[in-house]
C-alpha cells in the first residue's frame, strides 16, 4: 500500500518538494491542497511577472549573508542543493535561465508562465494530484499518522508539508500543533516620505546611494528609485528587511540620511570649491557636476541648499557650497510609513527555527511533519533569495522521504 504525503500550499516551495518526492518514489501518493482556485500566483508576480528563480552565488556561506533571518539554519542545507543545482533542475526539463549583470537569475524566456508551465507540466508527468479550492480546517497528528480536515473532505497522510507561505490561518493550524510563531511582520517594503526635495521627479534613480536610519546601526548601500510615494530600489529593499523587526517597532516612523553619491562630505566640498574656481561664471543650476546625480534631481538638491536658479559658481558663499555638499551626502528625510513591494508580499516571522531540525527540514515535536518556504521564519532581500529557499528546502524535504 503506497504512503501518502499530503502538501499544505501550492506555492513554489510546496509544487518544488510535492515534483520531487514523486519523481523520487514512485511508491508514494502526492497530493497538494491549495486554498485558492489558482496556482502558483506569486510566482507569476515575481520579479515584475519575469520570476527571479535564484541569484548567481555560487558558495553557501556567501549566500547565507543575504538572508537577515535563516543565515546560520540554511548554510548546512545550502551544501545539499545550492543555486547551480536549481539551475540545472530548470534547464534539465526544458526551461534556460541567464544571469543578468546585477546576478540575478531569470527564465530566458522573460517570462514567470515558464516557470508555472514547468511545474504543472511536471506535477502531472509525475502523477502528484492537486486539489484547488481545498481549504484546510485542521491538522491533527493521531498515532503515525495525520489526519487533515479541509472544506472538501478529509485525508489521511503519512507525511505533511506544510509550504503556506505567509498565511495567518495555517500559522494558527501550526501552533495547535505546539509549534511557536514568531510574531510576522512586513519585509521589503518602500519607504513613504513626503518631501519638497523628492517632489514631481518619480523615476528618477541613483546607482551608488548609501542610506542609513537614524539613532539604530541599520545601513546599506545600492540602488535608490524616487517615487511618487518617496523612496524604493534596492538599497531601500535591503534596508526594510535587515530593519523588519526594529521597523515594525518603530510603527514606520523614523528619520533616514541619504547620500546620494556615497562620497564623503570632506571630498564633496572640495571637489564643489574646484567648481567654484574652475566654472566661476557658469550658473550652479544648468549641470549637475556629478554623473550619478541627474539634472532634475541636483536642481532639487541646489534649491534645497537655498542657491538660486541665477547664482554662478563664482557667487557661492562657503555656507553654500558646505549646504549643497551636505544635501549630497547627508540629505535627511522623514519617514511616515511603508508601501508593500510591487505585488511581491515578503514577511519576517512564521514556524520558530529553533523547533526544526534543517537536516530534513522537519519538525523537532512531531515526526514527519515538514516544513518549507516562507512559512518557517526564514526570509530574505530582493534579489532571488527567498525562492532560492524554497527551492532548497523543497528538495530536503522530498529526499528525507526516503529514509
Known sequence: MKKKLIVIGGGAAGYFAAINAAELNSDLEVVILEGSNKVLQKVKVSGGGRCNVTHACFVPKDLTEFYPRGQK???????????????????????????????????????????????????????????????????????????????????????????????????????????????????????????????????????????????????EQGPL??????????????????????????????EIEVNWISKTTNAVLDFLKLQKKNNGKKQVILRSVFEDVSKRLWFKLVAAAKISETTQWAQLSNKQLEDLANQLTKSTFKVSGKSTFKDEFVTAGGVDLKEINFKRFESKIHKNLFFAGEVLNIDAVTGGFNFQNAWTGGWIVANSLLD
Not at 509549534?179 to 511582520?185: A, E, F, M, S
Request: aromatic content about 10%; glycine content about 8%; some cysteine.
Open 73 to 219: 539554519e540554511l548554510l548546512g542545507p545550502f551544501h545539499q542543493f545550492m543555486t547551480g543545482d536549481t539551475m540545472e533542475w530548470f534547464e534539465n526539463r526544458g526551461v534556460p535561465l541567464k544571469i543578468e549583470d546585477d546576478n540575478r537569475i531569470f527564465p530566458e524566456s522573460n517570462s514567470s508562465q515558464s516557470i508555472i508551465d514547468c511545474f504543472v507540466e511536471s506535477a502531472i508527468n509525475a502523477g502528484v494530484v492537486l486539489k484547488t479550492s481545498t481549504r484546510v480546517d485542521s491538522i491533527e497528528k493521531k498515532d503515525e499518522q495525520f489526519i487533515v480536515k479541509a472544506n472538501e473532505g478529509e485525508f489521511v497522510a503519512d507525511f505533511v508539508l506544510i509550504a503556506a507561505g505567509s498565511n495567518t490561518k495555517v500559522w494558527n493550524l501550526i501552533e495547535g500543533l505546539g509549534h511557536k510563531i514568531q510574531q510576522p511582520v512586513p519585509s521589503l517594503f518602500t519607504f513613504n516620505i513626503k518631501d519638497e526635495r523628492l517632489k514631481d521627479i518619480p523615476g528618477i534613480s541613483v546607482p551608488k546611494a548609501s542610506v542609513k536610519i537614524l539613532n539604530s546601526k541599520l545601513a
Open 225 to 254: 528609485l524616487i517615487t511618487h510615494w518617496g523612496l524604493s530600489g534596492p538599497g531601500i529593499l535591503k534596508l526594510s528587511a535587515w530593519g523588519a523587526l526594529e521597523l515594525f517597532k518603530k510603527n514606520y516612523q523614523f
